[in-house]
C-alpha cells in the first residue's frame, strides 16, 4: 500500500509531537516536513527523532502551502494547535483543498461543519480521538435515548482534570452534558468542575506524577435527592498515546474516503469506530 503523506500541524505542541512521534514509526505514513504553528512560536523548526520539522506561522502560511503541495502532492493535515485558532485553520485548509482530522476541541464546531460542507474536501472532526472512550460516549447515548428522563430529581457533578496547559473545558465533558440532560438531569457546561493545578492533581486526585505533564480523568457522578443513591462513571487516561492511535485510524478512514470521492462531508469517530 502506498504510504499516506500527513501533516501534523500544532507542533511543538505535546500531542501533535505524541502524533507524529507515532507516524515516524509506522510503516502506512510519511510525515510531511511542515507543521503549521501558532504565532506566539519563535522557532523555525522543531527535531523529532532525526527529522526537522519546518514550523510555519500563520503570518506567511497562504504563501507557502503551494510550494509544499506542488513538493508533497496528496497529503491529509491533522491538527492539534489550539482552540483559538480551529476555525480559521478549518477556513484554510478548506480554502487551500486539504482534507483534515481535526482533534482540537474548542471553536465554533457547526461554522467549522458548515465551512467543511461548503467545500470540496472531507474531514474527521471529533472532541476525543481516543475510539474507547468514544465508544462509551455512545452506549451512554443509546442509553440516553432509549431511557429519557430515567434520572430525573437525581443531581449530576462532572469533574475533569488535564495537564496544567490544556486551555478550554473538556470537549468529552462537554458532550456528555448533553446525555445527562436527556436522562432529565439539567446541568450546564459551566458546571463542570475543571481542575488544571499540578499538586491538587497529584494530592487530591491521585494522578500519578509522571503523567501530569499528560493526561485526562473524568468522573460523573449521579445522585438522588434524598442522597440514598449514587451512580459513578470514570475513564481515566495517563498519557497521549490512546490519542495517537486513534487519531491515525482515523486518517486511514479519512483516506478511504477520499478515494471514494466524498467531498464536503463531515465525519466522526463513529464512523470511523463503524468503519462505513
Not at 507516524?23 to 501558532?38: A, M, N, P, W
Not at 491533522?78 to 477556513?91: F, G, K, L, Q, W
Not at 480554502?95 to 474531514?123: H, W
Given at each position: 500500500m ?9 507542533i ?23 507543521s ?7 522557532e523555525?523548526?522543531y527535531?523529532?527523532?532525526s527529522h ?13 502551502i ?19 485558532a480551529?476555525?480559521s ?23 467549522i461543519?458548515?465551512?467543511v ?11 476525543n ?27 449530576l ?14 470537549g ?20 463542570i ?15 500519578p506524577?509522571?503523567?501530569?505533564g ?28 490512546i ?34
Amino acid at each position: 500500500m502506498e504510504r499516506i503523506k500527513i501533516m501534523i500541524n500544532g507542533i511543538p505542541g505535546n500531542v501533535a509531537v505524541n502524533v507524529a512521534k507515532h507516524i515516524i514509526k509506522d510503516d502506512r505514513f510519511e510525515l510531511v516536513q511542515e507543521s503549521l504553528t501558532g504565532p506566539e512560536i519563535t522557532e523555525d523548526e522543531y527535531k523529532i527523532d532525526s527529522h526537522s520539522i519546518r514550523l510555519i506561522r500563520p503570518d506567511v502560511r497562504d504563501g507557502l502551502i503551494a510550494d509544499i503541495q506542488k513538493k508533497e502532492g496528496l497529503f491529509i493535515s491533522i491538527d492539534y494547535t489550539h482552540p483559538s485558532a480551529v476555525n480559521s485553520n478549518a477556513e484554510f485548509y478548506c480554502n487551500y483543498g486539504l482534507p483534515f482530522v481535526m482533534g482540537t476541541t474548542g471553536g465554533d464546531r457547526k461554522a467549522i461543519e458548515e465551512t467543511v460542507c461548503s467545500s470540496d474536501i472531507p474531514a474527521v472532526i471529533a472532541p476525543n480521538m481516543a475510539k474507547q472512550i468514544v465508544a462509551f460516549q455512545a452506549m451512554m447515548e443509546w442509553c440516553a435515548e432509549t431511557f429519557p428522563g430515567i434520572f430525573k430529581d437525581y443531581s449530576l457533578e462532572i469533574r475533569e482534570s488535564h495537564q496544567k496547559g490544556k486551555a478550554d473545558t473538556s470537549g468529552t465533558a462537554r458532550a456528555m452534558t448533553t446525555y445527562f440532560n436527556k436522562f432529565g438531569i439539567p446541568f450546564t457546561e459551566d458546571q463542570i468542575i475543571m481542575e488544571r493545578d499540578p499538586e491538587k492533581q497529584k494530592n487530591e486526585w491521585g494522578i500519578p506524577e509522571e503523567h501530569l505533564g499528560g493526561h485526562g480523568w473524568h468522573t460523573y457522578t449521579i445522585t438522588s435527592n434524598d442522597k440514598t443513591v449514587n451512580f459513578s462513571f470514570s475513564h481515566n487516561i495517563n498519557g497521549r498515546d490512546i490519542y495517537s492511535k486513534g487519531t491515525l485510524d482515523a486518517v486511514i478512514y479519512l483516506q478511504k474516503k477520499i478515494n471514494e470521492n466524498h467531498g464536503g462531508k463531515v465525519f466522526t469517530m463513529i464512523d470511523v469506530l463503524k468503519g462505513i
